[in-house]
């Protein structure tokens, strides 16, 4: 079985300054991850992947996340937060053992960057 | 057009009536996925469309919810004699193969809501 954990609710922080939004997860085999972000009254947008290789990962809007193998972790960063980048985040896992595997998705991590 | 559409936007219904939603793909994607987001919470898996194979129902909730794909294209979630702990947002994703490693391109959703 597979699982994805966002520990935080809710996530303050100001205009400028670093964000992290964490994740956690647990999968049999290797993960492939993903986050999305969500804007009110509109579907899920894809972020950023991480398949194999580098563990630190580009995406887009200015963000990146580490993947870290030894804590199972994949948290979400950036270096200077927009206020803009309020709204809800997403991170979801999917084991990359053979065959069809769902994708499971976290709860949820609420982003409030504050003016 | 370009990303996955879904209709409607927003369904209130009353108690015991029967709803259809609709999603519509982006064009040549072989998988679609059909979510609930109820407030508050993450996404729940509902069910799993790839190709000719036969879908993967394992999370709809209960008997009163079905869903179709015909011709492999447009999708239909239907539930029936609706009740109040239906209300939610509805979304579908699509992706270009269910094995793949490729991130969901979700729909605005259908909020539904439930007198």
């Known amino acids: 079985a597979q699982s994805v954990a966002q520990p935080e609710d809710q996530v303050n922080v100001a205009e400028g300054n670093p964000l992290t939004v964490k994740c956690t997860y647990s999968?049999?085999?290797?993960?492939?991850l993903f986050w999305y972000v969500q804007y009110p009254n509109r579907g899920l947008q894809f972020l950023l992947k991480y398949i194999t290789g580098d563990n630190l990962v580009k995406g887009s809007y200015g963000f990146e996340a580490e993947f870290n193998k030894s804590q199972t972790s994949f948290h979400l960063k950036k270096p200077s937060a927009l206020v803009s980048d309020s709204a809800l985040y997403f991170c979801?896992?999917?084991?990359?053992?053979?065959?069809?595997?769902?994708?499971?998705f976290g709860i949820g991590t609420k982003l409030q960057v504050i003016p | 057009g370009a990303g996955v559409s879904q209709s409607p936007s927003n369904k209130v219904t009353e108690k015991g009536k029967d709803v259809e939603l609709r999603c519509d793909p982006i064009s040549g994607h072989t998988a679609l996925y059909w979510y609930r987001q109820s407030l508050g919470q993450g996404l729940e898996f509902l069910i799993y469309?790839?190709?000719?194979?036969?879908?993967?129902k394992s999370g709809l909730p209960s008997d009163r919810f079905s869903a179709e794909r015909t011709g492999g294209s447009v999708s239909t979630l239907t539930i029936q004699r609706t009740q109040q702990e239906d209300s939610a947002v509805y979304l579908c994703?699509?992706?270009?193969?269910?094995?793949?490693?490729?991130?969901?391109?979700f729909g605005d959703g259908t909020r539904l809501s439930i007198l």
């Open positions: 999968v049999s085999g290797n993960p492939y």
């Open positions: 979801a896992v999917r084991d990359q053992s053979g065959g069809y595997q769902k994708v499971t």
């Open positions: 994703a699509s992706t270009s193969s269910g094995y793949s490693n490729q991130p969901q391109h």
């Open positions: 469309f790839q190709g000719n194979s036969a879908p993967d």
